[in-house]
């Protein structure tokens, strides 16, 4: 068993959504296979597999329940697209999400501690299962939450306890994606894992038209940012997330959706003041833009959606990845 998961390189690559839940064209599929294959020739050596359990109360405990339809993020999905990922000579990063509802993650708060413990234990018994099949299948890192921004920064000992019970039997890397601002800044529990992971989505004008060089100085005050939770914990930093939607104006509000106006000019100088500031910063240990489909028809070229397939930032991440 020693040796199966090696160092990881410096990860380059992309949130791979499971997109349209129908058994032709999800992870299971050839076409996500042809996506793969997509992925790696824009010089990517890494994927996030994203599988999804639900929450109907952000404030009431409920088991978490597994994919097992067809067309959902099922396992042999999951399995799927992990195996033609190594086949590739990729690394499989296994990034479980919850949706919560009407709201997010970072809304999850239990009303008393009776809640709270079962809420934890609820949780533990899932991301269990997907650690078990990230150290079956060799999948080289597991994210154990997402944006769980109040029950991080309320219950940080929960979650140490809940590291502990899986590097018991998962050797992967282990990391944790912190919602941008007071998550990432604040949370301290950076330690117990291998790397620290961000979802990034920190605005980077307000204005309509600004110059490049303006977006790359508010950029370096992100890395500012990003810089002081590094030199407080020593642990090489990742962006698990991090987008902008081919939209007008996308640095104003990265994650926002609902804009139908389409503009892949925009969206390709997002990102090449993102890999631009990166380069050279010795804090970063990988990128994995949101997001690529697991079918190449889905939201591409003239969509408004995250995805840089088949539009002008796909060029740019060719260009940087394959350096």
Same mark, same amino acid.
């Given at each position: 068993?020693?040796?199966?998961?090696? $160092?990881?390189?410096?990860?380059?690559?992309?949130?791979?959504?499971?997109?349209?839940?129908?058994?032709?064209?999800?992870?299971?599929?050839?076409?996500? #296979?042809?996506?793969?294959?997509?992925?790696?020739?824009?010089?990517?050596?890494?994927?996030?597999?994203?599988?999804?359990?639900?929450?109907? &109360?952000?404030?009431?405990?409920?088991?978490?329940?597994?994919?097992?339809?067809?067309?959902?993020?099922?396992?042999?999905?999951?399995?799927?697209?992990?195996?033609?990922?190594?086949?590739?000579?990729?690394?499989?990063?296994?990034?479980?999400?919850?949706?919560?509802? &009407?709201?997010?993650?970072?809304?999850?708060?239990?009303?008393?501690?009776? &809640?709270?413990?079962?809420?934890?234990?609820?949780?533990?018994?899932?991301?269990?299962?997907?650690?078990?099949?990230?150290?079956?299948?060799?999948?080289?890192?597991?994210?154990?939450?997402?944006?769980?921004? $109040?029950?991080?920064?309320?219950?940080?000992?929960?979650?140490?306890?809940?590291?502990?019970?899986?590097?018991?039997?998962?050797?992967?890397?282990? #990391?944790?994606?912190?919602?941008?601002?007071?998550?990432?800044?604040?949370?301290?529990?950076?330690?117990?894992? &291998?790397?620290?992971?961000?979802?990034?989505?920190?605005?980077?004008?307000?204005?309509?038209?600004?110059?490049?060089?303006?977006?790359?100085?508010?950029?370096?005050?992100?890395?500012?940012?990003?810089?002081?939770?590094? #030199?407080?914990?020593?642990?090489?930093?990742?962006?698990?997330?991090?987008?902008?939607?081919?939209?007008?104006?996308?640095?104003?509000?990265?994650?926002?959706?609902?804009?139908?106006?389409?503009?892949?000019?925009?969206?390709?100088?997002?990102?090449?003041?993102?890999?631009?500031?990166?380069?050279?910063?010795?804090?970063?240990?990988?990128?994995?833009?949101?997001?690529?489909?697991?079918?190449?028809?889905?939201?591409?070229?003239?969509?408004?959606?995250?995805?840089?397939?088949?539009?002008?930032?796909?060029?740019?991440?060719? $260009?940087?990845?394959? $350096?």
């Amino acid at each position: 068993m020693k040796g199966r998961f090696s $160092k990881l390189p410096y990860l380059k690559g992309f949130n791979f959504a499971h997109e349209g839940y129908s058994i032709y064209n999800g992870y299971r599929d050839g076409r996500a #296979t042809q996506a793969l294959e997509k992925m790696k020739s824009l010089g990517s050596n890494a994927m996030a597999l994203v599988p999804y359990s639900f929450m109907r &109360d952000k404030n009431s405990p409920t088991p978490f329940r597994f994919s097992d339809n067809a067309g959902s993020e099922n396992d042999e999905g999951l399995v799927h697209s992990a195996f033609e990922t190594k086949r590739m000579g990729m690394v499989s990063v296994l990034k479980p999400q919850i949706f919560a509802g &009407d709201s997010w993650p970072g809304e999850v708060e239990m009303l008393n501690a009776a &809640d709270w413990d079962a809420f934890f234990d609820y949780y533990y018994r899932w991301i269990r299962h997907y650690a078990f099949l990230a150290e079956i299948h060799e999948m080289k890192a597991l994210c154990v939450g997402v944006e769980f921004a $109040k029950a991080t920064l309320s219950h940080e000992e929960e979650w140490r306890k809940m590291f502990k019970g899986l590097r018991g039997f998962y050797q992967g890397k282990l #990391t944790y994606a912190a919602n941008w601002g007071t998550e990432f800044e604040q949370v301290s529990f950076w330690d117990e894992l &291998d790397f620290i992971g961000l979802n990034c989505y920190y605005p980077l004008s307000k204005n309509l038209e600004p110059t490049k060089e303006e977006l790359k100085a508010n950029f370096n005050r992100v890395k500012a940012k990003i810089a002081k939770v590094y #030199t407080k914990f020593k642990k090489p930093i990742v962006f698990t997330e991090i987008g902008f939607r081919s939209i007008n104006a996308p640095w104003k509000n990265p994650h926002a959706e609902g804009d139908d106006s389409f503009n892949a000019e925009h969206q390709q100088l997002c990102y090449e003041v993102v890999f631009e500031g990166i380069e050279n910063e010795p804090w970063c240990e990988g990128i994995l833009w949101w997001k690529f489909p697991s079918f190449l028809e889905y939201r591409g070229e003239e969509n408004s959606a995250f995805t840089p397939n088949n539009k002008m930032a796909e060029e740019t991440v060719r $260009k940087w990845f394959m $350096k």
